[in-house]
Structures are given as C-alpha cells and as structure tokens.
C-alpha cells in the first residue's frame, strides 16, 4: 500500500511544578526557602527518514505525546526534564496545520523540525526571596505543553517522473531501465500507486518515479493520476512515455503537456525527454509525426529493451549534467 496524506496529532510535555519547601537541618535555624523548579515538558519532532518511502512506514499511530517534566525537589534540585520524541516521516514531507498553511518541508534527510514545543517548568519557592521576604511561599506551576493537529502531505523525492497515458508501458519501461518491479499487465491502470525505482547509468545512479497513468481532465480530479501528479514536482527532468503503435501518439503529447500545465505551470519548465514505446511494432507514423514537429525522441521496446540503454543514459545527463545532449 502506499499513503502519502495523513492527519497526525502531537502533544508536548506539560512543564513540571515548582514547589514550596524549606530547609530543615539540625543546626540551620531559620534555612531559609529551598523548593527547586520544575522540569520543562519533552518536545515533539519530526525527523525526515530517508529509509520509508511512504507515510504508512509510520504505523497506525496518530497521536504523539511526549513525557512531562517532574516537579521540582527540595534542596533546590530542579525536576527531570520529560523526554522528548522524534516521529520519523519520509524525506519530502510537506506538514501543513489545520488550516492548510505550510509549517515547514523535510526534503533533506536526517532534518527535524519541532512540532510541538514543551512546556516551561514552574518556580520553586527560593525563586521568590527577597530581603525583605525571607520566607516566600509562593511558587508556580508549569506551563502547558502545545496540542494542535498536522497535516502531513507527501511529495516523493525523485530524480525522474514518468509521465504517459495507461497502458503506454511505462510500468514495463521502469521493470527494465531500473531496479523495480511494478505490476504489469494487458489492462489499464495496473499502476495504483507511485513506485520508485532506482537506474544505473554511466557509473551513476538516480531515481525514477512511475506514477498511475494520465488521462484527459486528470488535472481536474479525473482517473488516478491527479491523486499523484504532486509526486513529479520535486523531479529534475520527465520523461513522456508514449504509445508508438498508437493511432494518435501525437496528440497524446499534446494531451500530457497540457494537463501538467493545467496542474502546475511550472512543471513544463522541466527538461525532458520523450520515449517511442513499443518500438517491436510498427510506428512509423509517430516517428513521421514527432519529427514534424521537431521534437527529437528515443525509440525503446520495453519488451526486447531496445533503446533502453540510451534512454537511460539521456536521463542521466539531465540529471547530472543538467542537459540532453544528442536528444534534444
């Protein structure tokens, strides 16, 4: 299963108590005050992991609360700190409130972030003496710890995002460029979820992501694909998976750029490449098509892995040279 939205609540520790106390040793008359603060409550972080993949990686749980702090001591001993938490999310989570504002965003891993901050210890009574008030017996408690709901909303980080219609063979494409294994079959939207693979190339490696497939109005809410277009903003490059063998490749490019745009702008500032699927069969017409139009793309074969190799490394030239150099 993959989770890539999920409402968390998290609660600090209330502050320990100072107390009122005063010395009493054999030979000390008259001690004075000696009530010692109280602990302050633990706090509770997020802490990007960079080994889950998913928001399920958390567990079930949804509430996490950190310990309090204890009250304070006689003799002026200051109560144990409570202990804080450190709740693990995936690398590239997005934490809103509850009213959708963005609080921060854990893209680098090992980065924390406090959630929820925990509450002051109260005063002791030797806090409050004075000269002229030798016997104090105020002191305070301590303060509250935060509650308050997030949001967590999850932005895979990949170097590559797979785009194309169902059944246009990216799930088989990503089974033979990288390191995945997702579901492939004869029937539309055999991927349901992102799945992330891994591609070695020119002795180097990078991550691609495949996500369910785009079809027209996905921008909209429509089909599958709008659920996880999100996961293709953080990429350096996409790549367009097209049907070769279809009768309308074309205007299936046409129709992808379009509805990325529709969702975000920006994603079209991407670099890219365009992969001619199914190259086993007859798509004479696409190559006619796109060559028309001047848009330069890769022949692959999913199947044989025909062109798999130069598309590969033309997606590691995006990625770490920043540029396509024979492809575009």
Request: charged letters at 25%; proline letters at 3%; aromatic letters at 8%.
């Amino acid at each position: 299963m993959f989770l890539d939205e999920k409402a968390i609540e998290v609660v600090s520790g209330k502050g320990g108590g100072g107390i009122c106390s005063f010395r009493r040793e054999k030979h000390v008359p008259l001690g004075g005050p000696d009530g010692g603060d109280g602990g302050n409550g633990g706090c509770v972080y997020l802490r990007a992991n960079e080994q889950y993949t998913t928001l399920l990686d958390m567990g079930n749980a949804y509430r996490y609360a950190a310990e309090a702090g204890a009250s304070g001591e006689a003799a002026n001993r200051t109560g144990r700190s409570g202990k804080s938490i450190y709740v693990d999310v995936p690398r590239g989570t997005i934490v809103r409130d509850s009213e959708g504002r963005i609080l921060t965003d854990l893209t680098d891993g090992g980065s924390t972030w406090m959630a929820a901050q925990g509450g002051a210890g109260g005063l002791g009574n030797s806090r409050f003496a004075t000269s002229l008030n030798r016997a104090p017996r105020q002191h305070t408690s301590g303060k509250p710890g935060e509650k308050r709901i997030l949001n967590l909303e999850l932005k895979l980080m990949a170097d590559v995002g797979l785009v194309g219609l169902p059944n246009a063979g990216k799930s088989s494409l990503v089974r033979k460029i990288s390191s995945a294994k997702p579901k492939v079959a004869d029937y539309p939207f055999t991927t349901i979820e992102p799945v992330l693979g891994i591609v070695q190339s020119k002795n180097r490696s990078f991550v691609v992501a495949d996500i369910p497939g785009i079809i027209e109005g996905a921008s909209e809410g429509k089909g599958l694909g709008h659920r996880f277009l999100r996961h293709i903003e953080r990429t350096k490059a996409l790549l367009f998976v097209i049907d070769g063998f279809e009768e309308k490749s074309w205007k299936t490019f046409c129709l992808l750029k379009k509805e990325l745009e529709t969702f975000h702008p920006k994603l079209l500032e991407k670099k890219f490449v365009v992969a001619l699927n199914k190259s086993d069969l007859d798509i004479s017409k696409a190559k006619k098509e796109f060559t028309k139009h001047k848009q330069a793309f890769i022949e692959t074969c999913a199947l044989s892995g025909d062109g798999c190799q130069d598309l590969s490394n033309a997606l590691s030239d995006i990625v770490f040279v920043n540029e396509v150099k024979k492809w575009k």
